[in-house]
């Protein structure tokens, strides 16, 4: 093991299958998968990408649905010291291409209904196309399967800062970016994800998340991590009648999630169903308002533990825990990551003070891929500056209050557009809500919200107009209300701020 860092995810993987036994341990679409059965196929299917070509540092691009074999393609990629990148399969073929192209990957392993996708998108590029399934006639792919005839392959030598993970954002503010990310910085950060989960006792989860997604990725990492035998069903992607079903059919206690999931959640019978076995469940990926925190609480009957990150932090900055859970904070800081708030002139502030989070640790991105102005723009003496605005209070709960980006500026005050929308989705016809300013000669900027209302409900804008007049002081309440039959989500299920602008714009 010579050469082998501390923290290479490969090793942190074979010292869980050496520390938990062998069990039954992810089900997916009514078949069990064992622990050890899905170690072996990382062996061979590492042993399969060496006899490909795939030398340490390549960049394998993992294009899949949820399914098992996501697992199996992590650990072979980490065994193989190549670097994993990740990618939604709700791209189109130009974002598609670009990541393809821009990572400069030598492998595809990818699903077969996202074969036609891919087929456009990698037009013309030199890649090897591994499919789990069937590849129909699509020209030079191979099946998933023929990787695993090849012999085990040990741990290919990479340092702990060497790149374990090139994730891209979302582009939803322009051509989205490749972060780099190390093995130090995603062991550190599942490690603390994996305490947050040991606090709540819960060890059968269903995983709904895009494992392809920096917060499913890092969920993945942190069940590495565990030093108990757990259990996990497998959705191939998230629907909510199912969901409820996978939970009460097999007593399952906990998941993460992201709000709009928990949305979804909330428009079904939930009384018709016996939940009474879950008993936390975990929301990051975007603001959770306060009202559907607490509709989801009572009715589900959990405790919701929400946490805060980013792509460009190993994805967890903080996480709350049942023993330290203070609503609407986002946890403390995981025992790895320093937060400090700062003013614009990158001054410390005091407790309670509104300011830019600045995050530290082995957690922070090496940087963007092949953009060092951009980097050095980002990541300053060692500190990410994360472009959220926050606050911490005397006891170092964090709380998020908005993008800096995002700041609405009317009249000379600072309007936060989430104080707006948790207003608006305070009345009980609306589902969903996203604020932005418009240019307003007058007043520099006019706060405008873009909302979706309950099916049937006659709620339209003057009401609403009225009921966030009542809530909201003067410079904050929305003087325009669009109402639409679904408010702009991106791939991962966040408000795309870029798709609302247009429409407010039209």
Same mark, same amino acid.
């Given at each position: 093991?010579?050469?082998?860092?501390?923290?290479?995810?490969?090793?942190?993987?074979?010292?869980?299958?050496?520390?938990?036994?062998?069990?039954?341990?992810?089900?997916?679409?009514?078949?069990?998968?064992?622990?050890?059965?899905?170690?072996?196929?990382?062996?061979?299917?590492?042993? @399969?990408?060496?006899?490909?070509?795939?030398?340490?540092?390549?960049?394998?691009?993992?294009?899949?649905?949820?399914?098992?074999?996501?697992f199996?393609?992590?650990?072979?990629?980490?065994?193989?010291g190549a670097?994993?990148?990740?990618?939604?399969?709700?791209?189109?073929?130009?974002?598609?291409?670009?990541?393809?192209?821009?990572?400069?990957?030598?492998?595809?392993?990818?699903?077969?209904?996202?074969?036609?996708?891919?087929?456009?998108?990698?037009?013309?590029?030199?890649?090897?196309?591994?499919?789990?399934?069937?590849?129909?006639?699509?020209?030079?792919?191979?099946?998933?399967?023929?990787?695993?005839?090849?012999?085990?392959? @040990?741990?290919?030598?990479?340092?702990?800062?060497?790149?374990?993970?090139?994730?891209?954002?979302? @582009?939803?503010?322009?051509?989205?970016?490749?972060?780099?990310?190390?093995?130090?910085?995603?062991?550190?950060?599942?490690?603390?994800?994996?305490?947050?989960?040991?606090?709540?006792?819960?060890?059968?989860?269903?995983?709904?998340?895009?494992?392809?997604?920096?917060?499913g990725?890092?969920?993945?990492?942190?069940?590495?991590?565990?030093?108990?035998?757990?259990?996990?069903?497998?959705?191939?992607?998230?629907?909510?009648?199912?969901?409820?079903?996978?939970?009460?059919?097999?007593?399952?206690?906990?998941?993460?999630?992201?709000?709009?999931?928990?949305?979804?959640?909330?428009?079904?019978?939930?009384?018709?169903?016996?939940l009474?076995?879950?008993?936390?469940l975990?929301?990051?990926?975007?603001?959770?308002?306060?009202?559907?925190?607490?509709?989801?609480?009572?009715?589900?009957?959990?405790?919701?533990?929400?946490?805060?990150?980013?792509?460009?932090?190993?994805?967890?900055?903080?996480?709350?825990?049942?023993?330290?859970?203070?609503?609407?904070?986002?946890?403390?800081?995981?025992?790895?990551?320093? /937060?400090?708030?700062?003013?614009?002139?990158?001054?410390?502030?005091?407790?309670?003070?509104?300011?830019?989070?600045?995050?530290?640790?082995?957690?922070?991105?090496?940087?963007?891929?092949?953009?060092?102005?951009?980097?050095?723009?980002?990541?300053?003496?060692?500190?990410?500056?994360?472009?959220?605005?926050?606050?911490?209070?005397?006891?170092?709960y964090?709380?998020?209050?908005?993008?800096?980006?995002?700041?609405?500026?009317?009249?000379?005050?600072?309007?936060?557009?989430?104080?707006?929308?948790?207003?608006?989705?305070?009345?009980?016809?609306?589902?969903?809500?996203?604020?932005?300013?418009?240019?307003?000669?007058?007043?520099?900027?006019?706060? /405008?919200?873009?909302?979706?209302?309950?099916?049937?409900?006659d709620?339209g804008?003057?009401?609403?107009?009225a009921?966030?007049?009542?809530?909201?002081?003067?410079?904050?309440?929305?003087?325009?209300?669009?109402?639409?039959?679904?408010?702009?989500?991106?791939?991962?299920?966040?408000?795309?701020?870029?798709?609302?602008?247009?429409l407010?714009?039209?």
């Amino acid at each position: 093991m010579s050469g082998v860092g501390e923290h290479h995810l490969a090793r942190l993987n074979e010292r869980n299958h050496e520390r938990v036994a062998d069990h039954e341990s992810l089900l997916f679409e009514g078949r069990w998968h064992t622990s050890g059965e899905l170690f072996e196929r990382g062996e061979r299917v590492a042993g @399969g990408l060496r006899e490909l070509g795939i030398r340490p540092g390549d960049r394998v691009v993992v294009l899949m649905m949820n399914t098992p074999e996501v697992f199996v393609t992590y650990q072979a990629v980490w065994r193989a010291g190549a670097v994993v990148t990740p990618v939604i399969f709700l791209q189109t073929p130009p974002e598609l291409r670009h990541i393809l192209s821009d990572s400069g990957a030598r492998a595809v392993v990818v699903t077969p209904e996202l074969l036609p996708l891919l087929s456009v998108a990698a037009e013309g590029l030199d890649l090897h196309v591994l499919v789990v399934g069937d590849p129909g006639k699509t020209a030079g792919a191979r099946r998933f399967t023929e990787l695993e005839a090849a012999s085990p392959l @040990g741990i290919e030598p990479r340092g702990d800062d060497d790149l374990a993970a090139l994730l891209y954002t979302g @582009g939803t503010t322009g051509r989205s970016k490749g972060v780099m990310l190390t093995h130090h910085g995603l062991w550190a950060s599942g490690h603390g994800l994996d305490r947050v989960a040991l606090s709540t006792g819960v060890t059968r989860t269903l995983l709904s998340l895009p494992l392809s997604h920096a917060y499913g990725l890092i969920v993945t990492i942190s069940g590495m991590h565990s030093e108990r035998e757990t259990v996990a069903v497998l959705q191939r992607w998230f629907d909510a009648k199912d969901w409820l079903a996978l939970v009460q059919e097999h007593r399952l206690e906990g998941s993460s999630m992201v709000p709009s999931m928990l949305t979804m959640l909330m428009a079904e019978p939930l009384e018709d169903r016996d939940l009474t076995c879950l008993r936390s469940l975990g929301s990051g990926g975007a603001p959770l308002p306060p009202a559907l925190r607490a509709q989801a609480e009572e009715r589900l009957g959990v405790v919701i533990l929400e946490g805060y990150g980013l792509t460009e932090s190993s994805a967890v900055v903080s996480a709350s825990t049942l023993e330290a859970t203070r609503p609407p904070s986002v946890g403390r800081p995981l025992p790895h990551v320093v /937060v400090e708030i700062r003013d614009d002139a990158g001054t410390a502030l005091s407790p309670g003070q509104d300011g830019e989070i600045c995050v530290s640790g082995p957690g922070v991105m090496a940087g963007y891929w092949r953009s060092p102005e951009q980097s050095a723009a980002t990541v300053v003496d060692g500190w990410l500056l994360t472009g959220d605005i926050g606050h911490l209070d005397e006891d170092g709960y964090l709380y998020v209050v908005d993008r800096k980006k995002d700041l609405i500026i009317r009249g000379g005050f600072n309007v936060y557009p989430r104080d707006v929308e948790d207003a608006l989705l305070a009345h009980p016809d609306v589902t969903s809500a996203a604020v932005v300013g418009r240019p307003a000669d007058a007043r520099g900027e006019e706060v /405008v919200a873009v909302v979706s209302v309950v099916p049937g409900s006659d709620l339209g804008p003057e009401a609403i107009i009225a009921f966030a007049r009542e809530r909201l002081g003067a410079h904050k309440y929305p003087r325009e209300v669009i109402v639409v039959a679904h408010v702009p989500l991106t791939s991962v299920g966040k408000t795309d701020r870029k798709a609302v602008r247009a429409l407010v714009r039209e």
